[in-house]
């Protein structure tokens, strides 16, 4: 049995649950500068290029996730230049400057961080070429050095940014962090079962996985979390999407996921799962459906 992801494997949109879909379309459209892909009833997507990024569910009925509790930490979104991560940046100093949480510099990127209106985390980010990336032993070295987003926007916003010029660049999904009860159980299910690499780790605190060398598809950590049990249905994370190269990956990684006792729901098209703090994950591939 095959115990990797394959090394192409990367993410898909991530699906948030909303109390207020106009506003929260608002948000990453207006502020994130993400583009409204489609648009049916209780549903809007939004992404770039054709893209989907973020899936934007209207869940009326259900209410803020409790203190403490397993879930998202937050939704990645990597821009492909500099220029186009400093107009998003931009963008949100102009309309919703109070959502902006913190910058740094973490050596393989430079990353800006926010909250959306309902408080899901936002992460807007740029990688440095992979050739200056550093490893060793397997573990990819990172850090949070201190990130001026002044002086970033300094350097890298130019007018035609300013205005928009690369409202239509392509962004995807990088990464997600998730909030989880514990480290162990963490690694046990996403390197053990589901094939992750492990390419870094914060003690008791966070792992970092990885498919194909990236340093980090996924992340989840105990910041906010530490014992949490499986979530309750609330607001928030409804459900992060791996995109797998090809059929075989799709069904090695269905094999291997029952192999390690997890239950997996395959509707012909897609595989569905729930990690031991119950965030759904739906793995999907070319050919499929």
Do not use: C
């Amino acid at each position: 049995m095959n115990e990797k992801l394959a090394a192409d494997t990367g993410m898909g949109p991530v699906t948030l649950l909303v109390g207020d879909l106009d506003a929260m379309t608002a948000y990453y459209r207006d502020v994130v500068t993400l583009r409204v892909l489609s648009a049916d009833g209780d549903t809007v997507t939004l992404g770039r290029a054709g893209r989907p990024i973020v899936v934007l569910r209207h869940e009326p009925g259900l209410r803020h996730a409790s203190a403490g509790s397993a879930g998202l930490f937050h939704t990645a979104i990597l821009f492909e230049t500099q220029a186009a991560l400093a107009a998003a940046l931009y963008s949100v100093a102009r309309h919703a400057p109070g959502t902006f949480t913190g910058s740094a510099d973490h050596l393989v990127s430079q990353a800006f961080y926010f909250t959306d209106p309902e408080g899901n985390g936002v992460e807007l980010y740029w990688d440095r070429d992979r050739t200056e990336w550093s490893w060793t032993h397997g573990q990819v070295e990172m850090a949070t050095l201190f990130l001026d987003p002044n002086g970033f926007l300094r350097e890298h916003l130019s007018e035609e940014a300013a205005l928009g010029a690369t409202a239509g660049d392509a962004a995807s999904v990088g990464h997600v962090h998730l909030s989880v009860g514990d480290v162990a159980t963490a690694r046990s299910f996403y390197v053990d079962a589901l094939g992750f690499d492990e390419t870094a780790a914060l003690g008791e605190q966070a792992v970092f996985v990885s498919a194909g060398g990236y340093p980090h598809h996924m992340a989840m950590n105990v910041w906010n979390s530490r014992g949490a049990g499986p979530r309750m249905p609330a607001l928030g994370l409804g459900r992060v999407d791996l995109a797998l190269p090809h059929e075989d990956a799709l069904g090695e990684l269905g094999d291997r996921l029952r192999h390690h006792g997890v239950r997996v729901r395959d509707d012909g098209r897609t595989l569905r799962f729930d990690d031991p703090w119950a965030n759904l994950l739906q793995a999907t591939a070319p050919g499929r459906g």
